[in-house]
């Protein structure tokens, strides 16, 4: 069985395509960069309508497999941006109508976690999932994805975005801001902002900015992740415990900074836990863990009826009907 997946919640529009056993045969991805400030969603979305077939067609040609062998076509339905949402789904719809192949709407947000089990020997972990826009702590437990913890503002890759906007680092800022924080040497005292399993990140952000004057951008960077990803690592843990889990896995763009996995190996080594982290194209946005979560799902018996593919900018974690565990 082989299922195409499409990626487009938000700035990155992707196509992926995955066999039954979880190899990636294809997964390509491309990235619009606003030209000043955050994303723009209808520019964003221009941006896929305009490149998206190109992506599908290099996809298409990377994997070396006809259109006629493509068995499920599954289309990222959300959370994200509407605009962006659509784009993906008409190309979705357009594919799964011409082949005459089922269509299956995936959660993003599982995604990033089921991609980790197909990949990775990893039963049962607990995914902490930290990209632009969302920052949340996901498991499985009694029948359903739950989410354990969450940002209560705006997601930690965005508030570094922010950060780095405001310092004239490129976008995307994650990167800079690790690089620069490596040559920090004084940590700044921050608001640590965890309630209960949740986080706050705009208050850290503005008291950060605040900082810009009086101290080098090596030190603030080095305390924003200091203080940042100690939050993060401290509600995974605590997921864990409750869970009594000793899988930790990584997804989401801002997975791939070095020093966030540090700090959760160090965590995950003091439980006698694993920690797994996929590799930078398969943790930031992508195509194939939508393709990997929709072949679990149409192998599972799902297959959707053009009228359930309308795209659903708020579709929750929780939401989602796990028949393929
Ligand atoms: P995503 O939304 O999952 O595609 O991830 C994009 C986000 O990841 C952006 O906000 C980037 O700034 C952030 N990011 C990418 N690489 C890194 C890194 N090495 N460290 C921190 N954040 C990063
Ligand atoms: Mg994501």
Redesign the pocket.
């Known amino acids: 069985m082989i299922c195409l997946g499409i990626e487009s919640t938000?700035?990155?529009f992707g196509v992926g395509i995955v066999d039954e056993q979880c190899r990636i045969l294809a997964n390509e991805t491309i990235?619009y960069s606003p030209k000043q400030g955050g994303i723009h969603p209808r520019e964003a979305a221009n941006h896929h309508a305009d490149k998206g077939p190109a992506v599908l067609k290099l996809a298409m040609e990377k994997a070396g497999i006809s259109k006629q062998e493509i068995d499920v076509v599954a289309f990222a339905q959300g959370p994200g941006l509407g605009p962006c949402l659509r784009t993906g789904a008409t190309m979705a719809r357009a594919l799964s109508l011409t082949l005459k192949k089922p269509i299956v709407g995936v959660n993003h947000c599982v995604a990033h976690l089921e991609i980790g089990r197909g990949m990775f020997d990893c039963q049962d972990p607990v995914l902490l999932y930290?990209?632009?826009?969302?920052t949340q702590v996901i498991a499985f437990a009694n029948g359903k994805y739950r989410v354990f913890g969450e940002t209560l503002d705006i997601?930690?890759?965005?508030m570094?975005?922010k950060f780095?906007r405001e310092m004239d680092m490129p976008?995307?800022?994650?990167?800079t801001?690790?690089k620069m924080a490596r040559d920090g040497d004084q940590y700044l005292d921050l608001p640590y902002s965890v309630k209960g399993m949740d986080i706050a990140f705009s208050g850290i952000l503005t008291a950060a900015l605040a900082k810009k004057e009086k101290h080098k951008i090596e030190d603030i960077s080095h305390s924003l992740?200091e203080t940042t990803f100690a939050m993060l690592v401290e509600v995974t843990e605590r997921a864990m415990a409750h869970l009594g889990t000793s899988e930790v896995l990584l997804?989401?763009?801002?997975?791939?900074?070095?020093r966030?996995q540090e700090m959760v190996t160090i965590m995950a080594s003091e439980r006698d836990a694993r920690m797994f982290v996929p590799p930078g194209p398969l943790?930031?946005?992508n195509g194939a863990m939508i393709a990997w979560n929709g072949l679990l799902m149409n192998k599972a018996g799902v297959a959707h009826d053009i009228s359930e593919t309308k795209v659903d900018q708020r579709y929750r974690t929780d939401d989602v009907d796990v028949v393929w565990r």
């Open positions: 938000a700035h990155s990235m930290v990209s632009g826009g969302n997601g930690i890759g965005n570094l975005d780095g976008f995307p800022a994650g990167p801001i690790e992740q997804g989401g763009g801002v997975a791939q900074n070095k966030l943790c930031s946005d």
